[in-house]
């Protein structure tokens, strides 16, 4: 054997026995903030995809190619976003994409992901001003834009509250955060502006106006190291209000206004909060959390019939699997990726490939009919890529117990009101 015929060999059997990664496994990209600010939901975004991908790869993975995950930090901060987007996809070579958590980092990173032609489905991203750009493969895996949440709960105060004890003044107090405010904008009937200029939405009269209830008092703090919540829970209390909004940015600052308003002792009929369905919450307020309510885009009790691995997989399903890795209880934020994931694989197996153009198309074309099928319920987007017919959840810690009260008539098991919340 000459020299040169002993280089090909080596080179030969050197690429037989090399990974065969890039070339038999399906590559998925996701860049979440595990640390920072949004970390309690990052992480359990985290093992929500993990999960999925390790189910579905005990099942010989899609199109008989294994997943592989690639998860890098983001810190929470947006220009890390960014430029972990860029390297998935330009450097490690992604095959797919999920989403990150917040609208503050979906906002840039699904432009990165545009403009590349890859799908993006976004777990947490309900900023209207995401899905005015005209964004062409990306799909939101909650019910509807932020700036709508408020109709869930005007419905709970005119179907579940009677005349006697509905509140006629709300406090308002939020974050300067992409999210909180997008909600705000909605209970507060406000114009939502896209970046570059012009009115997206006219959501007038709003939310509360639409329920008969006066704002007395509404607060915005800033997006990072605030820490005057008694200051803020006692303005709240001064104003008389009957009900306080909170829309935080984080769980830590639900705990922290929730233990504040309880500190000063405010006499509020009803406390609704944007975020607090996590264990975190309960174990950070303890009685603090009775009679508190709260939009939710899943719940434990939910009887959806979804799809894994092309064979049924229930929400309940989803929880033995999650408590048997995990060894605890799973929630919302560890619910709504587990369905992106679940929604990409039959979006490749449906399409036959992980072309992400032919991906876009399949998702494009699902309906109520013949919609995606998850832990979350059926998924089928309009031409914004924002899911058609899904209504807001709302759901209320009730005596140390997560329960869904609303709407009434989407799926049995809902819980009565528990209204006015007990005193503090």
């Not at 009677?162 to 509140?167: C, E, G, T």
């Not at 939502?192 to 607060?219: C, H, Q, R, T």
């Not at 001064?238 to 769980?251: D, V």
């Not at 009887?303 to 894994?308: A, C, M, N, T, V």
Request: glycine letters at 10%.
């Amino acid at each position: 054997m000459n020299a040169k015929h002993a280089l090909l060999v080596m080179a030969a059997a050197a690429f037989v026995a090399s990974p065969a990664s890039a070339q038999e496994t399906i590559k998925i990209g996701a860049s979440l903030p595990l640390t920072g600010n949004f970390s309690v939901p990052g992480s359990k975004h985290k093992e929500g995809y993990e999960l999925c991908v390790d189910l579905i790869n005990k099942s010989g993975g899609p199109l008989g190619r294994k997943l592989e995950l690639i998860v890098s930090d983001n810190r929470s901060d947006t220009e890390t976003a960014i430029n972990q987007t860029e390297r998935l996809i330009n450097v490690d070579k992604v095959d797919v994409i999920f989403g990150t958590f917040s609208s503050k980092l979906t906002f840039p990173t699904s432009s990165v992901i545009e403009k590349y032609g890859m799908v993006n489905p976004v777990p947490a991203g309900g900023a209207l001003r995401i899905w005015t750009r005209g964004l062409k493969h990306a799909f939101y895996f909650q019910q509807n834009a932020a700036e709508y949440l408020g109709s869930s709960l005007q419905g709970v105060i005119n179907d579940l509250v009677s005349a006697d004890d509905k509140p006629k003044s709300a406090a308002l107090v939020h974050a300067d955060d992409f999210f909180a405010n997008a909600i705000a904008a909605g209970f507060l009937g406000q114009e939502v502006k896209s970046p570059g200029g012009g009115v997206v939405a006219n959501l007038a009269p709003g939310y509360l106006k639409g329920a008969g209830i006066d704002v007395v008092f509404s607060e915005t703090w800033p997006e990072e190291g605030f820490s005057d919540w008694l200051n803020l829970a006692n303005s709240i209390k001064r104003s008389g209000a009957e009900m306080a909004i909170g829309l935080t940015a984080s769980p830590e600052e639900a705990v922290q206004l929730t233990r504040a308003l309880q500190t000063v002792k405010a006499p509020i009929k009803l406390l609704y909060l944007s975020q607090g369905t996590q264990a975190e919450y309960l174990e950070g307020t303890g009685k603090a959390a009775d009679g508190v309510m709260m939009l939710t885009s899943w719940h434990e009790a939910a009887p959806f019939e979804g799809s894994l691995a092309g064979k049924p997989f229930s929400n309940a399903d989803f929880l033995k699997a999650y408590e048997a890795k995990y060894g605890h209880g799973a929630d919302e934020d560890s619910a709504i990726p587990f369905a992106v994931c679940q929604g990409i694989e039959q979006a490749i197996l449906g399409a036959g490939t992980t072309d992400n153009a032919k991906l876009s198309e399949w998702l494009h074309a699902r309906t109520k009919a013949d919609p995606v099928r998850t832990v979350l319920g059926p998924f089928s987007w309009d031409e914004r890529g924002l899911p058609e017919d899904r209504p807001f959840l709302i759901a209320q810690w009730q005596s140390g117990e997560l329960k869904f009260i609303y709407p009434t008539d989407e799926f049995p098991g809902v819980s009565k009101i528990l209204h006015p919340k007990p005193t503090w």
